[in-house]
């Protein structure tokens, strides 16, 4: 069953559309680049959890641990209070302030 859905899904992309015996460099092009596409955003899901853990417990940090890291407690406030989706400032497309 799985194969079947495997074939399937591979026809509909255009993945595995060559005739038989012809070529497939260019269908193996085309699975890498999904592969990579695939592997973008789980690597941008992973550093928006990175940032909400992190805004989380910079949130929890008391006044001394702040002043320690050179940040005052309305600084810390306002970092904390941004979304997950809003990255560091010049990481790239979600990474942009309003």
Known sequence: MIAIWSIAFRTAAGFDCAPLGADHGDAAVRWERARRAV????????????????????????DRLLAD???????????ARRGFWDGREGDGAYGRRR
């Open 39 to 62: 592997a973008g955003v789980f690597e941008r899901l992973a550093e928006m959890r990175r940032l909400a853990r992190s805004r989380r417990a910079l949130s929890a940090l008391d």
């Open 69 to 79: 890291v050179g940040l005052d407690r309305d600084t810390a406030l306002r970092e």
